[in-house]
Every structure is written in structure tokens, then in C-alpha cells.
């Protein structure tokens, strides 16, 4: 049977029980067991899909088409063991399927209750999907005191009654702060956050304790004895250069080998981090050489709205020894005028997915900058789609090609797949409901022969993750490669255009999928070290 370890957050959030989780679940994988990561998110939407950005972050995409927490990007990054819909459950999720069951009469007339109807529902999804997993991992979002986390800790408390606590282990992750006035590291917030747990009936077994210093060893008794564990049990996790490191630190202080000692069971073979001492020498490096790429999107001003690309950009420069220097530019503020001044000293230009027509101009704008001065270019899902807006229009010279997602009224060298004909004219398309609407997950494309992202691959049939509605329209495809544009990745039924390519460009790429989501800092993924590479060229 699987072993239980339930991740809990206390003081405020945003502490890094992702990272934790992630880095935890690698050290237990590294030492030969299987593991399984799951997210638990509080919030009332059935997924985050239609939420902003710049409330949640990204959207994290899995092969089989779940949206996300972003926690789960972590997880993948750090495992490389691909996550499941069945790994992520949101509280809309939970109510949702409750209340279906209601109204076909499921529960026979009974009052449906948060206990035990909500928990219950909590309990299936810890438990389901596993397929001989020697450790779960469930890291329950939000953080202990919250109300809408309540039932997630009460449905936890419940599952280690249920399988015993031989089978369960409690982690909790607190904010252990510095008050530089007094120059002292306070206890105080860990001491409540842990009481507010025991209130509620759950005894972590190890609390991580995140600081800016290291914790001395009197504070460390002090949290021993208040929250009632033992004393290497008190788990330190200091802020870190990258958050590569944070396998290496938690390794450090024995977070593995509590929890096989808690277990009462040994490694099955032996740990090797040279690995990830070679990650993170060479992100922190200073003496490498640094390369400028500039990601130009609507919601630069929030790092994790991009988290996964940036990542990947990361990834990129590892496996090319060089640092990455992003350069964020929002697309909004962008003019013909002041474009060259935002691009001078980049070496490469990236336009990330999005929705909506704010900041397009401008995305437009710069790849015109980047297709005319010969500085490698990457677009993304939308990034794409706005380089063959930017082509029809000065290349083929269809001054009204757009996406009927901002235009009606535009000759539609994007749109959705219903809206098309033979001539490229809308003929209908609306869209009623956002939320599950889009192609979602991985989906095959093949590859050109002697095209440039055949040269990277190595392939001929690829497999990526999509998040997107809108399709390049494949009525103009003739058009554009009697201008010198290759399409060069297409739908095995050759319908939908996949990766674009220019013929006269050093490297100038577009693809409708996100790379990015497959990208490891172990294991990079092959575009983005192809255009590092070119980028480092510059």
C-alpha cells in the first residue's frame, strides 16, 4: 500500500510547499521508490483556466489535457514523472460534482452536508488513480486558518485515521521571520500556525521552516518543543540563488531521511545530486557569458505568468553554458517608435502565448523588428499566430489579415476551426462558454523533411501540449510558402498548421503548442536549446 505525506502551508502564502513537495518527491525517487505528486486547491473555480494571470500565475497544461495550478510544473520539472487530471482537484471541482449527484437524486433523498459529503469526495481523490506508488504526495494550497482550506485538513485528518499513521506523514511549512531591527529570528508565527493545526486535529510529524538566515540551534529547540516533534525534525530551508537548489539543501538537512525514518524503511539504492550541483553552479555562475532575451507579453510584470517559459529559457542556457538574461517588455507600451530603442543589445526575442487584442500591435511590431534585422525569433501558440498576422500583412500584403479573436471584420488568417471555408471567409463562430473550449493537451505533429525544427528534433512525428482555440487558417498555406514562409510541423491530417519557419532567417520559429511545459532542467527541452544556441550566436 501507498505511504501518505500530506503538505501544509501556516503563516502566510507563498512559501514554497510546491518546491518542497517537488524537491522531496525527487530525493524519494532518486533513492529508488515510485512517486506521485498531487495539488489541492481551495479556490471555488472548477479550474483556473479562466482565471487572469495576474491572479494565479500560469496555467499549467498535462499530456492528458487537465488546466492546472503551476505547482505541477514543478513537480514535473523536478520528477519528470508527467502529471494526470487526476493529480489536481480545486474545491469548484469538488462542489460541482456534489451537487450533480444531488440533482440526479444520488443520495437518496439525505442532506448534503460539507461532512461527510465534501470530505468524502476529498478522500476518493487522494486515493484514486494509483497504480502501486510507493509515496503519495498531496500538497493542500492556501494556508492553515484560511476557510476555504478547512475542509481539505479536515478530509486529510480523516484519511490518516482511515489507512493509520503508519501509512501517513504530516509536513508543515511555515514562515520563520528575521526582524532585522532587533536582528533576531522570531518562532512566534511557527509556535501558532502549528497550534492552529493541532486544533483541528492534526500533529505535523516535520515542519520546514522557511527563513532569509539560518535558524540557530536554540530557536530550532524552541520549535522542537512547542510544536511537539523532535528536534531533527525541524527541517531549515534558507532562501536559495535558484530553486535548483533546493533538492541539494533539503538533502542537506535530512528532509529524505526523516521521512524513510519515519516510515521505518531504507533508500533502495544510493542518492547522486552531481547532477544538480551542475545545474545550479552553472545558473549561478558569474563568469559565464550572459545572453539578453526579451519576452514581450501583456503580463511581464508578474514573473510566475510566464513560470514555465522562463524555465525553459533557463534550461536552454544550462545546456548551452551561458546565463540568461531575460528582458521583460510589456507588449502594451510598445510603438513603432520606440521598438528598436526596447530591442537594442537582445540577442533573441520570444513572444509568449495570450488572449485578447491588447499589446498585439506591438507583438506585431517587434517581429517585423526581428524578421528584418535577422535577430532569432521564438513565438508561441499566440506568439505564432502574430507572426503570421505580421507576415500576411507585409509580405503578402493583406492589410486586413488578423484573428477574428479581436476581429470580426479582418480577413482571417487566424480563427477558429468552424469559422472557415475553402476562401478563407468567416462563416460562423461563436463561443458561449470559455472554460474547456480549446484544444487542450498533447497532440501529434509531423515534421518537413530537411525543414530546421526537423534538424532539432531529430524526428518525424512529435508530440506536444496545446492551450488554444484559435488555429492558423491552412486556406492561405500556399500563399505564404511562395513568400519563403515553411510550414514546417503540421496535423498528421495536414490540416492544421503546427510550426512555421522562415527560409531566409537565421532562426525564426513559431509554434502553436508550449514547448515549455516539457522542458526540464535535467532533460532541456530541444527548441529552446536550438534558440539559446542561435541567440548566443547573435
Known sequence: MARFIFVTGGVVSSLGKGLS??????????????????????????????????????????????????????????TNISAKKSDNITTGKIYRDIIGKERKGEYLGKTVQ??????????????????????????????????????????????????????????????????????????????????????????????????????????????????????????????????????????KEGLDREVLKYFKIKPKKKLNLNKWKKVTKTITSKNLKEVNIAIIGKYVELKDAYKSLDEALVHGGIDNNVRINLIRIESDRLKLSNIKKNLKNVCGILIPGGFGKRGTEGKIGCINYARKNKIPFFGICFGMQMAIIEFARNELKIQKAGSTEFNKNCRPVIGLIEEWNKNGN?????????????????????????????????????????????????????????????????????????????????????????????????????????????????
Open 21 to 78: 513537495s517537488a524537491s522531496l518527491a525527487y530525493l524519494l525517487k532518486s533513492q529508488g521508490y515510485k512517486v506521485r505528486l498531487r495539488k489541492m486547491d481551495p479556490y471555488l473555480n472548477v479550474d483556473p483556466g479562466t482565471m487572469s494571470p495576474f491572479q494565479h500565475g500560469e496555467v499549467f497544461v498535462t499530456d492528458d489535457g487537465a488546466e492546472t495550478d503551476l505547482d505541477l510544473g514543478h513537480y514535473e520539472r523536478f
Open 114 to 251: 460539507v461532512i461527510p459529503h465534501v470530505t468524502d469526495r476529498i478522500k476518493e481523490f487522494i486515493k484514486k488513480d494509483i497504480h502501486k506508488e510507493d509515496f503519495v504526495i498531496c500538497e493542500i494550497g492556501g494556508t492553515v486558518g484560511d476557510i476555504e482550506s478547512l475542509p481539505f485538513l479536515e478530509a486529510i485528518r480523516q484519511f490518516s485515521n482511515d489507512i493509520g499513521r503508519d501509512k501517513s506523514l504530516f509536513i508543515h511549512l511555515t514562515l520563520v521571520p528575521f526582524l532585522k531591527s532587533s536582528n533576531e529570528i522570531k518562532t512566534k508565527p511557527t509556535q501558532h500556525s502549528v497550534k492552529e493545526l493541532r486544533s483541528i486535529g492534526i500533529q505535523p510529524d516535520i515542519v520546514i521552516c522557511r527563513s532569509q538566515h539560518s535558524i540557530p540551534l536554540d530557536q530550532r529547540n524552541k520549535i522542537s518543543l512547542f510544536c511537539n516533534i523532535p528536534i531533527q525534525r525541524v527541517i531549515e530551508t534558507v532562501d536559495v540563488k535558484t530553486i535548483y537548489e533546493a533538492p541539494i539543501s533539503f538533502f
Open 426 to 538: 468567416i462563416i460562423k463562430g461563436s463561443l458561449k462558454n470559455l472554460g474547456g473550449t480549446m484544444r487542450l493537451g498533447l497532440y501529434p505533429a509531423k515534421l518537413q523533411h530537411n525543414s530546421l525544427v526537423k534538424n532539432i528534433y531529430k524526428k518525424n512525428l512529435i508530440y506536444e501540449r496545446h492551450r488554444h482555440r484559435y488555429e492558423v487558417n491552412n486556406s492561405f498555406r500556399s500563399l505564404f510558402e511562395k513568400k519563403g514562409m515553411i510550414f514546417s510541423g503540421m496535423s498528421p491530417n495536414d490540416k492544421l498548421p503546427e510550426i512555421i519557419e522562415l527560409k531566409n532567417h537565421p532562426w525564426f520559429i513559431g509554434v502553436q503548442f508550449h514547448p515549455e511545459f516539457k522542458s526540464r532542467p535535467l532533460d532541456p527541452h530541444p527548441l529552446f536549446s536550438s534558440f539559446i544556441r542561435a541567440a548566443k550566436n547573435k
